[in-house]
């Protein structure tokens, strides 16, 4: 079973940065496909980004398109999501998410079969 664990959020002034990692356990992710969700308590789910490189998509939100980066190192199972730019209304608890086939959708979160319990992102002055 392929185990997924966000961390590097925190609290961040108005026009900061963050970088959150998602670090992967228990199998191989060559072949999975992932991705990157945040939810604020009152609001959907929220599909921030996603890759799959069987399939060769990347996709962004246009919410966030030009301030969030997304990148993976493969040797050390790792997923990351740069934020810049940050403003109040991207406060949420982000979640990185994978399954295994090729796979990139925002909207459709319920096709990811893992995910990770989420790192808190405030950004407040």
């Known amino acids: 079973q392929l185990q997924l664990v966000e961390s590097g959020g925190g609290l961040v002034q108005p026009g900061g940065s963050l970088r959150l990692s998602c670090a992967a356990s228990g199998v191989t992710v060559d072949y999975f496909s992932v991705g990157w969700f945040r939810q604020a308590p009152g609001k959907e789910r929220e599909g921030i980004s996603c890759?799959?490189?069987?399939?060769?998509?990347?996709n962004y939100a246009d919410s966030v398109k030009g301030r969030v980066t997304m990148s993976r190192d493969v040797g050390k199972k790792t997923l990351y999501l740069q934020l810049n730019n940050l403003q109040p209304e991207d406060t949420a608890v982000y979640y990185c998410?994978?399954?295994?086939?090729?796979?990139?959708?925002?909207?459709?979160?319920?096709?990811?079969?893992?995910w990770g319990q989420g790192t808190q992102v405030t950004v407040a002055v």
């Open positions: 998410a994978a399954v295994r086939r090729p796979f990139c959708g925002l909207q459709y979160g319920s096709e990811y079969d893992y």
């Open positions: 890759f799959s490189k069987q399939s060769g998509i990347t």
